[in-house]
């Protein structure tokens, strides 16, 4: 780099800072798909996204089980409901975020954007972590990167689950585990620098003052994809929205399936929702979740019911509030990939898909009444009747899911067998009475949390456009 060169991106990187510091937090970043562009057929991209999805609803909803004689929970059986699904590599992982940390030289990391937890953290300064395909973050080469010292408040009080101080140098440690407990992370609690991208998508934003973040020494968990770390996107004070002080964010998944682009996420500015929108602008209250404990910083939400076709299903909102015991409600979650229902209301709804529908059911689809659904077709139908519609009815909003996000048409698993349209709804089996509405779900739609007046808001939108 020359003298000119360094001089230019001094006064860039100050104004920048100048700007961010004075309170106009507005930044845009990159999502990706962990399976996006990986050549995976429309039928394996299914099986991976409903073992994900099962293995995060068991871990972080299920009862515990005893393991057999006694003593701890059973952990082998979530495994090996992944194993027998097909690969278990990206087990926990969905949509990544891609930001950069530290100056002068920024370094690349990929989160998962998780609003199921709230510490944001990333490999660095590595003694025992998971494989990442790029350089783990070099605290040592960043100029602006700060420990805390374990006398500090956030040590003693930074919603962190545990801390304390390491015995040689007094800095703040923390130990952590993922919300859905997919994951474990321990090291120390450090500052710097993040830059995103503008939200015009032209330059860079860098964030100061800086954002606090665990500096993971000790990582382990189902992270074999691309990321090297989780941003918590919940409700916490140690969480990426929370930490820029941002009143709203927002993002738009593009289709899972048929798009191999980027999905933006904004912080601090949504914009005009009314960009690129296909329907109505619609919104509803965020519900009351749990007062403390892992689910107090979740994004809960008030339905009411669901209807097929031009069918509402025989429940009542009794169905889906939240317990005393903090089992039930719904939450929006964008760390799960399919949305699941209660055992009986899916089994309800399946079989007035079934009722509904002219066609054979799938022969993978008849044995267990809390399997997905597919009906079989010939690989060369063209004639395929259109699946009844299905809505989410919401405190003060019907969302009325496109076909494209509940439908999916998968090929068969060779030249003898028939394809199947299969409805990407799934069960939660033994784990619970809680309603999750997962990503496949939120796909091509811009979804806004305005924290401010505690709504979200949701529009059919092009995604890829924005």
């Known amino acids: 780099m020359s003298v000119l060169q360094l001089l230019l991106y001094v006064v860039f990187l100050t104004a920048l800072l100048a700007w961010s510091a004075a309170g106009h937090v507005a930044v845009r970043a990159d999502l990706t798909h962990v399976d996006s562009a990986r050549g995976f057929t429309k039928r394996e991209l299914l099986r991976r996204m409903a073992a994900r999805t099962q293995a995060r609803v068991d871990k972080r909803w299920s009862p515990p089980r005893p393991r057999p004689g006694g003593g701890g929970n059973d952990t082998a059986g979530v495994m090996a409901s992944v194993s027998r699904d097909g690969d278990p590599d990206n087990v926990y992982s969905e949509y990544l975020i891609h930001l950069s940390i530290g100056t002068p030289r920024p ?6 954007l998780d ?76 500052e710097d620098t993040f830059t995103f991208q503008a939200p015009n998508g032209k330059g860079a ?42 009143l709203n964010f927002s993002y738009c998944f593009t289709s899972i399936v048929e798009s191999g682009n980027s999905s933006p996420v904004f912080l601090g500015s949504y914009g005009n929702l009314d960009a690129q929108a296909t329907g109505p602008l619609q919104s509803t209250r965020f519900a009351r979740g749990p007062s403390q ?22 429940f009542d909102a009794s169905t889906f509030v939240l317990r005393a015991d903090g089992s039930g409600g719904t939450i929006i979650d964008s760390g799960t990939a399919i949305t699941t229902f209660p ?27 809390d399997s997905m659904l597919c009906f079989s077709i010939s690989p060369d139908q063209k004639n395929v009747p259109a699946l009844p519609k299905l809505i989410l009815h919401l405190e003060g909003a019907d969302w009325e899911l496109p076909r494209e996000s509940y439908v999916l048409r998968v090929d068969g698993d060779n030249n003898d067998d028939d394809d199947g349209l299969c409805v990407v709804i799934n069960s939660a089996g033994d784990s619970g009475m809680t309603t999750v509405i997962g990503n496949f779900q939120q796909q091509n739609m811009h979804i ?18 924005l």
Request: proline share 5%; glycine share 10%.
């Open 205 to 246: 934003v860098a964030v100061r003052p800086s954002l606090r973040f665990g500096c993971g020494m000790y990582n382990t968990g189902n992270f074999k994809s691309n990321e090297s770390g989780v941003a918590g996107f919940g409700r916490g004070p140690m969480s990426l929205p929370s930490q820029l002080k941002v």
């Open 293 to 314: 404990g892992p689910n107090s910083s979740l994004y809960y939400l008030s339905l009411k019911g669901v209807t097929v076709g031009n069918r509402r299903l025989p």
């Open 343 to 369: 055992r009986a209301v899916f089994r309800t709804l399946r079989e007035e898909f079934i009722s509904q529908v002219s066609l054979p059911v799938a022969n993978e689809s008849t044995g267990d009444a």
């Open 448 to 465: 806004a949390y305005d924290l401010g007046s505690n709504k979200l808001f949701f529009v059919p939108a092009r995604c890829d456009k």
């Open 107 to 112: 370094q690349r990391v990929a989160l998962t």
């Open 115 to 190: 609003t199921g937890s709230d510490l944001i953290w990333t490999q660095c300064g590595c003694r025992s972590c998971f494989h990442q395909p790029f350089p783990a973050l070099d605290a040592s080469a960043s100029t602006t990167l700060r420990d805390y010292s374990c006398f500090d408040r956030l040590c003693a009080w930074g919603g962190l689950a545990l801390s304390g101080c390491t015995v040689n140098d007094n800095l703040c440690f923390y130990v952590h585990s993922n919300g859905d407990n997919s994951g474990f992370t321990s090291g120390k609690i450090s």
